[in-house]
């Protein structure tokens, strides 16, 4: 590896933030998809959030993870 693509990868890793969010179902995924929903609207106010605070930086570059509620197990035969 070169010091040149080290550089361009650790200025990667700089700029990128991993959030998690949980209870998404089928449908607020597939908005997200689409570039719209309520998960996408939370994204935007959390980075906004972070860049308020002098967390984040202008080109920051998130990840996005989405976590499915387990469904519990309600009886005997499920």
């Known amino acids: 590896m070169t010091s040149d693509s080290y ?3 650790m200025k990667q890793q700089a700029n990128t933030i991993i959030l998690e969010f949980s209870g998404g179902d089928s449908d ?4 997200l998809r689409r570039g719209e929903g309520k998960i996408f609207q939370r994204i935007g106010r959390t980075i906004a959030q972070l860049q308020e ?3 984040a930086s202008e080109n920051v570059q998130p990840i996005i993870v989405i976590t499915k509620k387990k469904k ?3 009886g005997l035969l499920d």
């Open 53 to 55: 605070q002098g967390q």
């Open 28 to 31: 607020d995924i597939r908005d």
């Open 72 to 74: 519990s197990k309600k």
């Open 7 to 9: 550089e361009k990868k």
